[in-house]
């Protein structure tokens, strides 16, 4: 099996977006922890956020984005007030004047929302309520089986899983993506092994090796929308 240990975010100024993350979350910042900047904390599945040296400038939509809950029509105001001063902006993809969520991007453009209150995925968790991803059915089963997480949404073709405690975040997969979205992911899930053979059974599930095959502490794989991740063997 694998656990989750991190998101890792591509940036221009990593500890910049570091410490937004982690203000944003009410995390802890941590400069250069190995290497990188971290934001972490919580007490769900995803604890840490970590953030690296750009390789290029983001171009379209992430794969993947956070989607933040709220307890109250006054919480998601001041939410969205809080980040805003933290330098978050407002963002148009769409959603017209009507919309009870909130589309923001961070300070280099990463897409978010503040979700309306009551929502009936993600209201009895904190604020980090969902990940919320474009994917396609396969894409939503591959991961329940790489990390034990059930399948607690499973129509047409969007999916979505959670824990199996039934608490903390869910991961959402929307549909089949959007075919113009094809640039190097800026935003790529790292894992853990906990058990020998990890790798070929992520490969069995429907992974695909994009590293040179050669071993090593990390094995970069594809999931079946050609997402990359990471795992860490030990």
Request: charged share 25%.
């Given at each position: 099996?694998?656990?989750?240990r991190?998101?890792?975010?591509?940036?221009a100024?990593?500890a910049?977006?570091?410490?937004?993350w982690?203000d944003a979350?009410?995390?802890?910042?941590?400069?250069?922890?190995?290497?990188?900047?971290?934001a972490a904390?919580?007490?769900g599945?995803?604890?840490?956020l970590?953030?690296?040296?750009?390789?290029?400038?983001?171009t379209?939509?992430?794969?993947?984005?956070?989607?933040?809950?709220?307890?109250?029509?006054?919480?998601?105001?001041?939410?969205?007030?809080?980040?805003v001063?933290?330098?978050a902006?407002?963002?148009?993809?769409?959603?017209?004047?009507?919309a009870?969520?909130?589309?923001l991007?961070?300070?280099?453009?990463?897409e978010?929302?503040?979700?309306?209150?009551?929502n009936?995925?993600?209201d009895?968790g904190?604020?980090l309520?969902?990940?919320?991803?474009d994917?396609?059915?396969?894409?939503?089963?591959?991961w329940?089986e790489?990390?034990?997480?059930p399948?607690?949404?499973?129509?047409d073709d969007e999916?979505?899983?959670?824990?199996?405690?039934?608490?903390?975040?869910?991961?959402?997969?929307?549909?089949?993506?959007?075919?113009?979205r094809r640039?190097s992911?800026?935003?790529?899930?790292e894992?853990?092994?906990?058990?020998?053979?990890?790798?070929?059974?992520?490969?069995?599930?429907?992974?695909t090796?994009?590293?040179?095959g050669q071993?090593?502490?990390?094995?970069?794989?594809?999931?079946?929308?050609?997402?990359a991740f990471?795992?860490?063997?030990?």
């Amino acid at each position: 099996m694998a656990r989750l240990r991190s998101l890792v975010f591509e940036a221009a100024d990593p500890a910049g977006l570091a410490r937004f993350w982690a203000d944003a979350l009410e995390w802890s910042f941590l400069e250069h922890e190995g290497g990188r900047s971290v934001a972490a904390g919580g007490d769900g599945e995803l604890r840490r956020l970590e953030f690296v040296g750009s390789s290029g400038a983001k171009t379209s939509a992430n794969w993947t984005h956070f989607d933040l809950a709220t307890r109250s029509l006054e919480h998601q105001q001041a939410t969205v007030a809080r980040l805003v001063g933290l330098g978050a902006r407002h963002l148009d993809i769409g959603q017209g004047p009507d919309a009870a969520h909130v589309v923001l991007a961070d300070p280099e453009d990463n897409e978010f929302c503040v979700l309306e209150p009551g929502n009936r995925f993600v209201d009895d968790g904190g604020l980090l309520g969902s990940l919320s991803s474009d994917g396609s059915r396969a894409a939503g089963v591959f991961w329940s089986e790489v990390l034990g997480w059930p399948l607690v949404w499973d129509q047409d073709d969007e999916t979505a899983i959670r824990p199996a405690s039934g608490t903390g975040l869910f991961i959402t997969f929307g549909g089949t993506p959007d075919p113009s979205r094809r640039e190097s992911n800026r935003l790529v899930l790292e894992l853990v092994a906990t058990a020998d053979g990890e790798v070929d059974r992520l490969v069995a599930l429907g992974a695909t090796r994009i590293d040179d095959g050669q071993g090593g502490d990390v094995v970069h794989l594809s999931d079946p929308d050609g997402n990359a991740f990471r795992i860490l063997v030990e």
